[in-house]
């Protein structure tokens, strides 16, 4: 690679640049297409809209809006909407409703008493253990994961999880202790936060819904330690 | 061009578009077009579950769009609910949309569209594409590009882009003829051809480039305003 081209690189991958689909993101044989992108001659072409990212060689799409396509080890949150002989059906906001089987359930739950354990309407935090076309299917073991109680959940996009809970979970940590709550963020766009009283509750819910309404702005968490700086004063 | 249009636009000037994106605070992804005095309104929802089950298919998503005019949009009360003019043009419009979209993604699922014509000055069909292109592309469902649409006509033996009912009614000379067409941003492709009228067919091509003349220009407002609803600057 010349200098030349090293240095365009560089100053591209700084402004990340908003495209829609069938947009020429970039153009140049150096270049591969990533996650949302395709090939078609020099160029390479969004099929996404969202903020196109260049890193290296790699250019990939990061979508601003969209439904939640489940993955393998995603931390979910759903509500339980039937209850079969083998587990318990999940609604977890995606095209296909999740199964959570009997023997995934942390503890013993004796076949006769599932709805004791948990009922249709619960909430619960979950973990996809495997995804396929025709079926997602959860598993409640593991820390952190269970049955939600108290507190109260609340929606966000969720292709704009990934900015929620920051780099190896920092935004979600400053939050956390800004409030006081504890805080579960769903890759499926849903969060449950539970505090000790209303207003810190209330308190984290915006600071969240902030940080989802701007994502595309660099610099995000000084930004929200200033919006909690504002937030206490007002 | 012999004829002089009455609102003295040239043969290949659209009418002033406008177009907004996330009108729809509840949709999955929303979009307002405008060509004019005709506005569209379209509303995204899904990728979700499709019921009733027995139209699931394992290999490919489902597009479903609807398409209807609201009674107060045009001059005579339209009768509200589905007519045999609505179902046509849902259906044409999901054939116009679905080569753009990744529909293979989406197994057993279904893609929801809601088009409703706000004010209707003709070429609805056409302005209900690009406010559907868009709301699709705000939903973030995969998209080999967007959809660009617009309406050729003919006054007399000239051609016209984008008509307005006035135009679409001169029955003068040849008639009228109207012949929306919906083409893949950036590309040659078509997804929708169709005609109301009388056109020698040696002169289709000359419809077809006439369309692809005018469509960079709606892919340029499609495009501003998807930008804009998310504050990334214009080029």
Known sequence: ?234 | MAVKRSDGRAFDEVREMSAKVGVIPNADGSALFAFGNTIAIAAVYGPRQLHPQHMQNPLKGYLRVNYDLMSFSVYDRKRPGPSRRSSEISKVTEWALSPAIYLEQFPNSVIDVQIYILQADAGTRTAGINAASMALAHAGIPMKSLVCSVAIGKLDQDLIVDLTKEEEDFEEGEGATDFPVAVLANTNEFSLLQMDGKLPPERLNEVLELALKVTPKIFEVQKNALKACVGGKDE
Do not use: H
Not at chain 1, 2 to 11: A, C, L, M, V, W
Not at chain 1, 65 to 86: E, L, S
Not at chain 1, 189 to 209: F, L, N, P, T
């Open chain 1, 1 to 234: 690679m010349t200098e030349g081209i090293k240095e365009e690189i560089q100053t591209r991958a700084k402004e990340r640049k908003v495209v829609v689909p069938g947009e020429v993101v970039v153009s140049g044989d150096e270049y591969l297409p990533g996650e949302y992108t395709r090939r078609e001659g020099e160029n390479i072409l969004a099929i996404k809209f969202g903020l196109a990212d260049i890193s290296g060689r790699v250019v990939k799409i990061i979508p601003l809006f969209g439904a939640f396509i489940p993955r393998k080890n995603n931390v979910v949150i759903g509500r339980v909407t039937d209850i079969t002989y083998a587990g318990w059906l999940v609604d977890i906001d995606s095209a296909l409703s999740a199964f959570l089987p009997l023997e995934e359930a942390p503890r013993y739950v004796n076949r006769s008493e599932m709805d004791a354990y948990l009922d249709i309407g619960d909430v619960i935090a979950a973990k996809i253990w495997s995804a396929k076309s025709k079926s997602v299917d959860l598993s409640m073991k593991g820390r952190g994961l269970g049955k939600l109680e108290d507190g109260f959940i609340f929606r966000i996009i969720p292709s704009r999880v990934p900015r929620v809970i920051g780099k190896e979970g920092t935004m979600v940590n400053l939050i956390k202790d800004k409030t006081g709550c504890k805080i579960i963020v769903g890759q499926n766009g849903w969060i449950w936060v539970k505090g000790k009283d209303m207003d810190s509750e209330i308190k984290a819910r915006k600071a969240i819904e902030f940080v989802a309404d701007n994502v595309s702005i660099n610099g995000l968490t000084e930004k929200v330690e200033e919006w909690f700086e504002k937030y206490d004063g007002s």
